[in-house]
C-alpha cells in the first residue's frame, strides 16, 4: 500500500513539474511575414482603351511558388480578393524571414490556366468561342525582416491579341446604314500557350469562322464601334471579312447586304489591333489597320 502511495505522488509531482516547466518556457516565437497580393493588368495597346489597369474584381488567382533552390513553396493554390485591391490565399499562409527570393508565378482564370517547370504557365487548346482574357505573371519578393505584411505587387500580362474593329461609311448622307454582323473567317481557332522559355502560342492546330459581332446598330456621327473587343489568338494570315448590313434610301431599303473581302489579320499577344472598315459607295468595303 504505501509502495502505491509513492508512485501516485510522484507521478503528481512529475506533471506539476511538466507543468510549470511549460509555464516558464513560453514557446519560441517563429519571425514570420504574411504576404499578401496586389494584381494589376499591364495595358495590352497603346492607341485603344489602355488606361484601364484594375485587376477583375471578383476574379481568382493561381499561384505557384518556388524558394532559390527551386524547391516548390505553393503549387497551384488559389488566392481570393479581400478588398482594397488585394488578394490573400484561403489559407493563413505565415512565411519565414530568411533573406532569400520567393518567385510567384500567378495566373487567371484560375480554372483555365496550369503550370510546369518546363512549360511555365500554360493554356492547353484554347478555342476563339472562349473569348476568355488569359493573364499572367511572374513576380519575385525578398523575405527581409521588416514589417509583418508585404505587399506583393503582380503585374499581369494579356497572353491574347485583341482586335476591336469600326465601321464607317463612305454613302451620300441620305443613306442610312444598319450593321447586322461581322464575321471573320480562314482565322487560327484553336492553339495553345506557353510562358517558358520565351513566351508563345503553338501553331494554330484548327482554322474556322468566327462570328466577331452580331446585333443591329445604326451607324451615327461617321462611324461605330462593334463593342467590346474580342480576345484572339495572335496570328498573322489573310482573312476573310464579311460585314451583313441594311442600306437604307429615301424609301428604298437593301436587307441584309453581304459585302465581303480579304484583308491580313495581324494580332500579336498582348496588344491590341484596330482596324477600320469603310462601306464604300460602289457596295465594296474597303479594311484598314489602324496604329501599330
Known sequence: MGSKVLKIAAVILGVGCLLSCIKNNPAIQTDTLEILFRPVVLPNTKIADSEDKAFPAEQIIRLWAFNSKGESL??????YPIGDGLWKVAEDLAWKRS?????????SPAERMSFTPQSGISASDYALDEDVDLLYSVSRVDLEKGSKVIELPLSFEHALASLRVYVRTNLTFSTNVRVKSLSLSNIAS?????????VQWSEAAESGELVFWEDDALITDGEIELSPARYLIPQNGLAVWELT?????GESVLKNQVLKAEKPLFLRGGKCAVYKITIMGDLNIKIERDGI
Request: glycine share 4%; charged share 20%; hydrophobic share 40%.
Open 245 to 249: 448590313c441594311d442600306i437604307e434610301t
Open 99 to 107: 533573406n532569400e527570393e520567393l518567385t510567384f508565378y500567378a495566373a
Open 190 to 198: 484553336k492553339a495553345s500557350f506557353a510562358s517558358y522559355p520565351s
Open 74 to 79: 505553393l503549387n497551384g493554390v488559389d488566392a
